[in-house]
C-alpha cells in the first residue's frame, strides 16, 4: 500500500509485457501501450477505508477522470475473465472501484485484487494484438497478473494545453455541463452549453466567455461521477459525445488548494 499515496499519480507497467496500462482515447477502454511519457498512462490515487476497515485504492485516469473498474459484463472476445473500463464513481457502483495492492514473489511486483475477488491482468500473452486488460481468477503460474507501481512526481503549474485543428469544429456537438467552485471548494447549480470538437483548448476559451472572465485565470476539472474527484482536464476531450462535467476553478484561489490539484510530470524520468 506504501507505493499508493493519496492524490499522487502512478503508472501501472505489465510485467510480461513491459507496457502499461492506458487510459484510452474514448474515454471509456483501457489497454496496454508502450508510450510512457504520456497522461494517459497517468493514474490518480484516491485512497479510501471502507466499513469493514480495510483500505482500498482507487484510481482515476488523469487524462479523463474516469476510475478504474471492474464490470460483470465478460471481457471482449480473445481476453480473460470480465470487463475493465474507465467508468463513473457513483455511490451504487462504490464497490465496482475498489482495488487492494498485495505483494506477490520477490521484486517490486504486486498484484491488484478487486472487490470481487478477481484480479487485474494483462491480455495478449498468446494473440499479441489483444492489448486489452480485464479481471479473472488468480492464476499462480501466469504473471500477466503482476504489475510494477511506477510513481510520478508533481511538476509546478499546469502544462500548456495543445492546439486546436483545423477541422475540430467539424466534429459532433457534445453537452458541457459545468459548475463554478466556491472558496470552499464546494460547488452549485449546473449550466450547461453545446461545444464541438475536442479540443482542450478551445473548450477553455469558450468556457471562460460563458462564464466572462478571462481565459487565463480559469482551471477546468473534469468530475465522472457525484463521488469522482474533480481531475485538472488538460489533454483533448475524449471521443465522441458524451457529455462531461466540468468544475471550473479560478487559478490561485483558495478553491484551487482545496481540490488539490496535482499535475504529473509525465515526462520526468
Not at 475477488?117 to 479481471?135: D, E, H, I, Q
Request: proline share 6%; net charge negative; aromatic share 10%.
Amino acid at each position: 500500500m506504501e507505493q499508493f499515496q493519496d492524490g499522487h499519480h502512478v503508472r501501472l507497467r505489465s510485467r510480461e509485457h513491459g507496457m502499461y496500462l492506458h487510459a484510452d482515447k474514448d474515454g471509456r477502454g483501457v489497454s496496454l501501450r508502450r508510450p510512457r511519457a504520456s497522461m494517459n498512462a497517468a493514474w490518480a490515487v484516491h485512497l479510501f477505508q471502507g466499513d469493514d476497515d480495510a483500505q482500498y485504492v482507487l484510481l482515476h485516469s488523469a487524462a479523463y477522470g474516469g476510475y478504474l473498474t471492474a464490470m460483470d459484463a465478460p471481457a471482449p472476445l480473445g481476453h480473460c475473465g470480465r470487463r475493465v473500463e474507465q467508468r463513473d464513481y457513483e455511490e451504487r457502483e462504490e464497490e465496482d472501484v475498489r482495488w487492494q495492492p498485495v505483494r506477490f514473489g520477490p521484486g517490486d511486483y504486486i498484484l491488484l485484487r478487486h472487490a470481487s475477488g478477481r484480479f487485474l491482468r494483462a491480455n495478449g500473452k498468446y494473440l499479441p494484438w489483444n492489448k486489452g486488460a480485464s479481471v479473472d481468477d488468480f492464476d499462480t503460474v501466469s504473471t500477466m497478473t503482476h504489475w510494477v507501481v511506477e510513481r510520478i512526481p508533481a511538476r509546478e503549474g499546469m502544462p500548456e494545453l495543445p492546439l486546436a485543428g483545423g477541422l475540430d469544429v467539424l466534429l459532433p456537438r457534445r453537452w458541457i455541463v459545468y459548475a463554478w467552485a466556491d472558496a470552499d471548494g464546494d460547488h452549485g447549480f449546473w449550466a450547461a452549453f453545446g461545444f464541438k470538437g475536442r479540443s482542450v483548448f478551445r473548450l477553455r476559451s469558450e468556457l471562460a466567455s460563458e462564464i466572462g472572465i478571462g481565459m487565463g485565470d480559469l482551471v477546468m476539472c473534469v468530475q465522472a461521477g457525484t463521488n469522482g474527484r474533480p481531475t485538472p482536464l488538460v489533454v483533448n476531450l475524449p471521443r465522441g459525445t458524451r457529455t462531461l462535467y466540468i468544475v471550473v476553478l479560478m487559478a490561485g484561489e483558495p478553491a484551487s488548494a482545496n481540490v488539490e490539484l496535482r499535475y504529473p510530470d509525465v515526462g520526468a524520468e
